[in-house]
């Protein structure tokens, strides 16, 4: 129904406006047909990325190539690209159905073509019904849906999303994502989605590229996002982490002993640290526990500060110098409520990660 | 009202009321009622009254010479027929100046065919007015609300605004000097072989309706850059980029969701534009200096002052304000905004 989705190559592309690099040379294939998020701190250079694929900015170098074609000097109305706005940018003086069916009116198709295919488009949206209406008479969820709409009307080869669940609710923003993913999968569209929310970012992605400061950090697949980060910023912009400084003291069959004010831990080396570097040991709340007899590898002692209740599991946070260390519980019933005063914690070496020291995502 | 003394008590609140309804009767109801009763009466036979009033006048003057010149004259005859004529003034004068006031609808059923004709040029010519300020204001307006960045924006507009400082006669006169048959254009085509001034060939802007729309359209710019921009500075910008991205090209972007979006504004902007140049005087007044046909509101200029004739002249501006004021009902149709919209 829907011209399948065509791959986007960033040969060398940056941005510089005036003095201020928005995005540094960068190289990024994003496949044909796969949800591709764009993930980073607002600022970041991401929309500006997503700028250039859709075409309202020419990059300053390099070239962007969308289905092996170089759109240099192609606008946003001639490239097979749509775009899904962070406020949606519907047309409000205009009926749903007529929303829908813009990119066919710009594109000459007669009123009853454009009506029928809108409607096609209505009802894969499930917004049956509610063609007549204005888009001011919807609610969030449907608004989001005509737009997805509008934006698939062109049959666009590459949809590209600007944040737009972030104005709704998180209920509403859960179900989206679901919805999202399944239109995704049904038209067979590339999908490149910008946004902030890490939990977003990984619930629907194939892949992600995390940005920080204008520059790619890392681009992978969803687990080897959360499990092997690349650096210490996406390793904690990315999930929760707590985290371990000290220099490498030790290094043997990729794995490394780092000393510092926590004692002495071993986790994964995979970025071949030298003995000496200064280094930060990544660990994952929920795969530290508290020591009950079990022999772990690294072993913590710090003292309970507070616990929050979160549901289906519990933060316990506790406090060792400075440093703050989160641990993960499933809540299989009023999980760790009596915990106080110092406590052993550990978490084995496979479950750590030795980074070269470096920044860390602000929270 | 609850709501306003909640917030600001009796005496503020009072007085805002007062000054509302003053401003109101004062401003508004007593100017118009007054208008209106003039065009509603006529001045019986008052021309006669003062020609009978001279020629008594006359009478006496010519009394008196004989009265000097001649000298086997009755002088105390004499001086009782002036003195029995200066009563018969007296009387007329009394009933001049307490004039019979007869109501009725003649002042506006008399309107006379060259009046008429003036009076319809004057709305076609108002309503072109309006159309070229409107095609020369949109893009200015959507310059600078969504295309111009803020210093460009800020930029532009003082230079919308800095000709306001001037007087509007001394802008039109700006124009006068260069339209004028040896004004700046002239001389400019001489430069080209156009025209030759030394040998009176030259091309008489002034003596076309062109002139006098070019003034005014300079004149009443802002009037309708102004509402314009208002609205299409609320424009989201992003639905211009998205219409864009959907493939549309320039000219459907402003038809489908531009010009939409600023309808209001121009509502006001043509409202506003087509009152003040159907009403403007000093314009067509300085720029035609009578080379080309008056506009209306000389006509009825010429009724106060020149015919003296305040009941037809309050008859003819009551008039013009009728067709205004359907004017303003015709845009919102048009345009189909209501009164909460113009008024935002």
């Known amino acids: 129904m829907i011209a399948k989705g065509k791959n986007v190559v960033l040969d060398g592309v940056s941005m510089v406006f005036g003095d201020f690099t928005a995005v540094q040379e960068t190289d990024l294939e994003i496949r044909a047909g796969e949800f591709f998020s764009i993930l980073g701190p607002s600022g970041c250079g991401k929309t500006t990325i997503l700028r250039m694929i859709s075409g309202f900015l020419e990059p300053t170098t390099g070239r962007v190539l969308i289905g092996g074609d170089d759109m240099a000097g192609i606008g946003p109305n001639r490239r097979p690209t749509a775009l899904i706005f962070q406020n949606l940018a519907l047309f409000p003086l205009m009926p749903v159905w007529e929303n829908v069916a813009f990119g066919l009116e710009a594109r000459g198709v007669s009123k009853s073509k454009r009506r029928e295919r809108a409607m096609e488009l209505i009802d894969l949206v499930a917004l049956r019904g509610q063609e007549e209406k204005l888009p001011g008479d919807l609610s969030g969820g449907q608004r989001q849906r005509v737009a997805i709409a509008r934006a698939l009307a062109v049959e666009p080869a590459v949809l590209l999303l600007d944040e737009p669940l972030s104005a709704l609710d998180l209920k509403l923003r859960q179900h989206m994502r679901a919805e999202l993913k399944d239109i995704q999968r049904k038209t067979g569209v590339t999908f490149i989605y910008i946004t902030h929310d890490q939990g977003e970012a990984l619930t629907m992605s194939d892949r992600i590229a995390v940005m920080n400061q204008g520059r790619v950090e890392q681009v992978d697949t969803t687990d080897v996002l959360y499990d092997d980060p690349a650096t210490p910023f996406v390793a904690t912009f990315v999930g929760e982490q707590n985290v371990f400084r000290g220099k490498v003291a030790e290094v043997a069959d990729g794995f490394a002993v780092i000393e510092g004010p926590d004692g002495s831990l071993r986790g994964r080396n995979r970025s071949s640290l030298a003995r000496g570097a200064e280094a930060m040991v990544f660990v994952r709340p929920e795969r530290m526990q508290f020591l009950n007899g079990a022999a772990l590898d690294n072993v913590v002692s710090a003292n309970v500060d507070r616990r929050d209740l979160e549901g289906p599991f519990v933060n316990l946070f506790l406090k060792r110098d400075d440093n703050e260390i989160m641990v993960h519980l499933t809540n299989s019933g009023a999980a760790g409520r009596d915990l106080e005063g110092e406590q052993r914690i550990g978490f084995a070496a496979t479950d750590a990660l030795v980074l070269p020291a470096g920044e860390l995502a602000r929270d | ?344």
Request: net charge neutral; with cysteine; glycine share 4%.
């Open chain 2, 1 to 344: 009202m609850n709501a306003l003394v909640r917030t600001y008590g009796r005496t503020l609140t009072g007085l805002f009321v007062f000054l509302t309804t003053a401003w109101v009767i004062g401003m508004i109801v007593i100017p118009q009622l007054f208008m209106v009763e003039r065009s509603l009466w006529v001045r019986q036979e008052s021309t006669q009254l003062s020609l009978q009033i001279d020629r008594l006048y006359n009478d006496i003057s010519l009394l008196r010479f004989d009265a000097q010149a001649a000298p086997d004259i009755d002088k105390p005859a004499v001086e009782n027929k002036i003195s029995k004529i200066e009563e018969q003034i007296a009387e007329l004068e009394a009933q001049e100046k307490t004039p019979q006031k007869v109501y009725t609808l003649s002042n506006y059923t008399r309107m006379s065919g060259l009046h008429f004709k003036i009076f319809v040029r004057t709305i076609i010519y108002a309503a072109m007015v309006t159309v070229l300020a409107l095609i020369v204001c949109y893009p200015i307006a959507f310059a600078v609300a969504q295309v111009a960045t803020p210093q460009a924006a800020a930029f532009l507009m003082l230079g919308l605004i800095v000709p306001y400082a001037i007087n509007e006669l001394l802008r039109v006169y700006a124009w006068l000097m260069i339209l004028d048959y040896q004004g700046v254009l002239n001389t400019m085509l001489q430069w080209v072989g156009v025209t030759n001034l030394a040998k009176h060939e030259w091309i008489p802007f002034l003596e076309s309706p062109g002139a006098v729309f070019v003034a005014m359209v300079y004149a009443y710019i802002l009037f309708m850059v102004f509402p314009i921009y208002n609205t299409l500075e609320t424009l989201d910008r992003n639905q211009l980029e998205a219409a864009r991205d959907l493939g549309a090209p320039t000219w459907r972007i402003h038809w489908r969701v531009a010009i939409p979006h600023a309808k209001p504004g121009i509502a006001v902007g043509c409202i506003m534009t087509f009152m003040l140049s159907a009403g403007s005087y000093a314009v067509p007044q300085i720029m035609t200096r009578g080379t080309s046909g008056d506009w209306f509101s000389q006509t009825i200029y010429r009724q106060f002052f020149e015919s003296n004739n305040w009941n037809v002249g309050a008859a003819y501006a009551f008039t013009l304000l009728i067709v205004c004021i359907v004017f303003i009902f015709l845009m919102m149709l048009v345009f189909r905004v209501g009164v909460r919209d113009i008024a935002r």
